[in-house]
């Protein structure tokens, strides 16, 4: 479970750079290149897919990596559970 979850973390961030690269910071991006100004309600889409791509994709890559962190037994629950033997018991054999 935890190979398929982390492999959807990994999809999940490689198609979340790619939204970002499709965005332009000045508020250009994808959409510009798409048509005309008679072809507004498709940039407005546009713009909105691509908004909620990214916050989607952000949520999912977040998400899964809280579930995982959280579900994962840590490295001490084991040793906690059983007693230390550290100190060997005494020889009783009176050797000198």
């Known amino acids: 479970m935890i190979t398929i979850l982390s492999s959807i973390i990994i999809l999940a961030s490689v198609l979340l750079v790619l939204v970002v690269y ?6 250009g991006g994808l959409s510009t290149d798409f048509g005309a100004a008679h072809q507004l309600g498709g940039v407005q ?3 909105d897919f691509i908004d909620k791509a990214t916050w989607s994709l952000a949520v999912v890559i977040a ?10 037994k840590s490295p001490d629950a084991d040793t906690t559970q059983q007693p230390d033997q550290t100190e060997q018991p005494a020889d009783q054999g009176g050797e000198q």
């Open 63 to 72: 998400g899964l990596s809280i579930f995982l962190t959280v579900s994962m």
């Open 45 to 47: 889409k546009t713009n």
């Open 22 to 27: 499709v965005q332009n910071p000045k508020g």
